[in-house]
C-alpha cells in the first residue's frame, strides 16, 4: 500500500504545486523554437527558488538549469551512470524540447498499483525512493498530498492514467 501511494506521489513528480493542483506537469520549452539560447540566461532575471507556471519560458528554462538539472543530474548518474552520463534538458524533455509528459513514458495505475513496477520493480523503486524527493526539493514544492490532491508528485513529468 505504501508503494503504491508513493508511487502516486511520484506520478506528481510531475504533479502539481500549490499553485498547479490539477498536477499537471511543469510547461518549461515545449519545443526546440522555445528552447532558449544561451544568450537568455544573461538577459533574464536570475531564476527563482520556487517553480511557479506563471514564469516565462525563458524563466522556466533558467529555473530548470539553475535548480533541476544540478540536482537531478547526480541522482539520476548515481542509479545508472553510463545511461544517464549526459544528464541534461534532453534526458526529460527529448531532443525535440517537449513537455516531459509528451516525452517521458505514461504510467497506468490499476487499483491502486502502478502496472510499471511490476516489469521495472528497480525503476519503480528508484523513482519512488530518490527521485520524487529529489524533485520536490528542487522545485522547491511540497510533497504531493494524495487527500488534497495538492503538491508534487509523478503526475509532475508523467501522465497518470488511473482505472
Not at 508503494?3 to 498536477?23: D, I
Not at 499537471?24 to 532575471?45: F, N
Not at 534532453?90 to 510499471?116: I, M, S, W, Y
Request: charged share 20%.
Amino acid at each position: 500500500m505504501r508503494f503504491a501511494l508513493t508511487f502516486v506521489l511520484l506520478a506528481a513528480c510531475g504533479g502539481g504545486n500549490a499553485e498547479n493542483p490539477q498536477n499537471t506537469a511543469p510547461t518549461a520549452s515545449a519545443s526546440a523554437s522555445t528552447a532558449p539560447s544561451a544568450s537568455a540566461s544573461t538577459t533574464t532575471a536570475p531564476a527563482a527558488d520556487v517553480w511557479s507556471d506563471s514564469m516565462s519560458k525563458d524563466q522556466q528554462a533558467a529555473f530548470m538549469k539553475k535548480n533541476v538539472v544540478p540536482a537531478m543530474g547526480p541522482v539520476f548518474q548515481a542509479f545508472d551512470g553510463k545511461k544517464y552520463a549526459e544528464f541534461g534538458c534532453k534526458t526529460c524533455h527529448g531532443p525535440a524540447f517537449k513537455v516531459p509528459k509528451d516525452f517521458l513514458p505514461h504510467l497506468h495505475f490499476e487499483n491502486g498499483k502502478l502496472k510499471e513496477a511490476a516489469a521495472k520493480p528497480e525503476m519503480a523503486k528508484f523513482m519512488m525512493e530518490k527521485v520524487t524527493p529529489a524533485m520536490v526539493t528542487a522545485m522547491g514544492a511540497k510533497p504531493f498530498d494524495p487527500q488534497t490532491h495538492q503538491g508534487f508528485g509523478c503526475g509532475g513529468c508523467h501522465t497518470v492514467e488511473m482505472k
